[in-house]
C-alpha cells in the first residue's frame, strides 16, 4: 500500500473517531433521557451549594421554593401549535383577576418548578404565572434539550396563548441560565406590545463560547475538534446549530426592556457573559451583579437586592 493510501486511511479513521466521539458527547450533553451521571458532566454543581447538597432539607430554600411551586399550581396546560407541536407549561393563576403575567423559564438540567423562587414573588405581586416545561425538561415529550434555541419558539407560543386569552395583559419574561437565552432569544424577535420587560439571569453569551468552557474545564476536553464534530451531529440528527445559538446578536435586536442579574461566584457561566450581554443590549436596561452568588441561585444569596433590581425596573413598566 502507497504512502498517500496510508495516510487517507489514517485521516478518515481519525475523522470518524473524532465524529464519533462528538456523538458521544452530544448525547450526554443533550440527550436528557440518559441518567443523571452523563449529564452531570455538563451541568457541574458548585461543592458550596448546600441547596442542592440536601434538596428535601426542611431549611433549605430551594426545597421550601418547590413546595410552594407545587402547592400553588393549578394545572398542567397542554398546547398545539404548527411551529412547536404539543408543549406543557404549569400555571398558577394570580389570587385575583389580573392582567399581569410572568413567564417563567427554567434552566438546564432542570424542570419547571425550579422556578419556585420567581413565581412565588411574582404571584405575591398579583401575576399570573406559566412556566414551560423547554425542550427535553420536564413534561415536554422531546428527547433533546437545544440550549434556548427552539425554546425560543416554545416560549414565543406561550406568549401569543397569553395575549389571546387576555388582550389586555402585561407580560414579563424572566428566565435562568438556559431559560435566560431563551428569553434573550424572544427579545430578538419582534414581540407584541404586551411584553413590557424581560429578566436574565446568569445566561451565556453564545452558546458556542459556553461549551467550549465547559468542554475545556469541567469535562477536560478539547473544543478543537470535538465541539465541531459535536455541531456536526447537532445538526445531522435536525437539532440546533451551536454556532447559531447568540443571545449575543438577540440582544443587539432588542426592544424590550431588559434586567441582566448574575452572581459574581458563578464559576459555570462567567460573569463576564453578563457584561458583554449588557453592553451589546440595544434596549433599556439594567445590570445587577450579585455578590458571592453561585450559578442559578442568585436569588437565594441576597435576594433583598436582587428583587430590588427587579422589582425597581419593572415598576413603571407594569402597571401597578
Known sequence: MS????????????????????ALVYECALNTKLNGFFVGLFDRRSEGDAALAAPDAAEDPVAEARRWFDEHVE????????ATGRIHAYFIPAEAPSHKWAVLCHGYNSEPRST????????ALGYNCISPSLRGW???????CTMGYHDKDLCMAWIDYIVALDPEAEIVLHGYSMGAVTIMLCTGETLPPQVKAAVEDCGFSTCWDQFAAVMKHYAKLP???????VNAVSILRGNFDIRKNQPLEAVKRSVTPTVFL???????????MMDLLYEACAAPKVKQPIEGGIHARAVYKDPEVYWAAVDGFLKDKITA
Do not use: Q
Open 3 to 22: 504512502a498517500g493510501k496510508t495516510l487517507l486511511k489514517a485521516g478518515v479513521g481519525a475523522g470518524a473517531a473524532v465524529l464519533g466521539a462528538g
Open 75 to 82: 394545572e398542567d396546560r397542554v398546547i398545539t401549535t404548527p
Open 116 to 123: 419556585g423562587p420567581f413565581a412565588r414573588h411574582y404571584h
Open 138 to 144: 420536564g413534561n415536554d415529550e422531546t428527547r433533546y
Open 223 to 229: 473544543p478543537f475538534p470535538l465541539l465541531y464534530a
Open 262 to 272: 448574575h452572581g459574581t461566584a458563578d464559576d459555570f457561566i462567567s460573569i463576564d
